[in-house]
């Protein structure tokens, strides 16, 4: 459980780092988020978690 609340934190501190810092960028990822088709973000979603994945598990060796 301390683990999930560890990771949980780090991403809210790199998507809050993301957004304090780059509001403009961040507008026009999201205008282009919503410009995508279902299957792109879904593909995009899906690579995102297999990296996820991918680093935890590298982590954890």
Do not use: H
């Not at 973000?41 to 060796?61: E, M, N, P, S, Y």
């Amino acid at each position: 459980m301390k683990d999930f609340v560890t990771a949980l934190g780090l991403v809210l501190v790199i998507e809050g780092a993301f957004y304090a810092l780059a509001p403009a960028v961040a507008k026009i990822m999201m205008r282009q988020g919503i410009a995508a088709s279902d299957s792109v973000l879904r593909g995009c979603g899906l690579v995102a978690l297999a990296l996820g994945v991918a680093i935890v598990w590298l982590a954890r060796i």
